[in-house]
T-cell receptor, first 112, second 116 residues
C-alpha cells in the first residue's frame, strides 16, 4: 500500500513567522514530490515540486527532500494570513507510469 | 477556457440511483486522474488513464465505480447504486505525459455529489 503521511494539524503560526510542514512516504522508489495548496471549497493548486535531495527555493517557499529518510518538507517564510489553507503533499509513484498519491493534508492557520 | 473542466458541478441523487460525471482535460494532456475528496481529507486516488488506457485502479475502489476514456480525450466516472457514503467531491486532474515525474497535475473544479 502506497502511503503518504502528513500531520493533519491545524498548525497555527503568527504572521511573519516560518511555517514548517512535513510529509513522509512509504515507497523508497518514489522519485518526485509535489506540494499543493488548497483553499476551502477550491481545487488544489501546485506550489512547487522537488525531485533531488536537498533544498529548492521559490520566493517565500522552500521544499526540502531527504530520500534516505523518505521525508519531504515545505517551509513558508514570512507567513501571511493569505497562506492559511490546507497543504497537500503528493508523491509520484511508479516512475514513468506517473501515478500521483496525496497525503491527507495539513491545515495551516496564520494569525494576524 | 483551456483548463480542466468537470460537469456537473453539483449532483444530488437518491440512494440507489446511478450517476455519471464528465471530465474534459487540458487538450494536450495524455494523463487523466480521478480522485475523491471528503471534508478534511486529502484527495483519495481512484484511477488514472494514459490516453484511453486505464493504467491503475485503486484496490479500495468498489466495483460499483467504473471509469472510461474511450478516445483518449474526455473521461467519464460512473457510480452505480449510489450509497450515502459516496457523497464527496470528485476531482479530475490532467498532466503531460512526456515527463510525468516533474510535471504539474492541473485540477478541475470538481463535482460535488450528495446522496440522499
Amino acid at each position: 500500500q502506497k502511503e503518504v503521511e502528513q500531520n493533519s494539524g491545524p498548525l497555527s503560526v503568527p504572521e511573519g513567522a516560518i511555517a514548517s510542514l512535513n510529509c513522509t512516504y512509504s515507497d523508497r522508489g518514489s522519485q518526485s514530490f509535489f506540494w499543493y495548496r488548497q483553499y476551502s471549497g477550491k481545487s488544489p493548486e501546485l506550489i512547487m515540486f522537488i525531485y533531488s535531495n536537498g533544498d529548492k527555493e521559490d520566493g517565500r517557499f522552500t521544499a526540502q527532500l531527504n530520500k534516505a529518510s523518505q521525508y519531504v518538507s515545505l517551509l513558508i517564510r514570512d507567513s501571511q494570513p493569505s497562506d492559511s489553507a490546507t497543504y497537500l503533499c503528493a508523491v509520484n509513484y511508479g516512475g514513468s507510469q506517473g501515478n500521483l498519491i496525496f497525503g491527507k493534508g495539513t491545515k495551516l492557520s496564520v494569525k494576524p | 477556457d483551456t483548463g480542466v473542466s468537470q460537469n456537473p458541478r453539483h449532483k444530488i441523487t437518491k440512494r440507489g440511483q446511478n450517476v455519471t460525471f464528465r471530465c474534459d482535460p487540458i487538450s494536450e494532456h495524455n494523463r487523466l486522474y480521478w480522485y475523491r475528496q471528503t471534508l478534511g481529507q486529502g484527495p483519495e486516488f481512484l484511477t488514472y488513464f494514459q490516453n484511453e488506457a486505464q493504467l491503475e485502479k485503486s484496490r479500495l475502489l468498489s466495483d460499483r465505480f467504473s471509469a472510461e476514456r474511450p478516445k483518449g480525450s474526455f473521461s467519464t466516472l460512473e457510480i452505480q447504486r449510489t450509497e450515502q457514503g459516496d457523497s464527496a467531491m470528485y476531482l479530475c486532474a490532467s498532466r503531460q505525459s512526456w515527463d510525468p515525474m516533474n510535471t504539474e497535475a492541473f485540477f478541475g473544479q470538481g463535482t460535488r455529489l450528495t446522496v440522499v
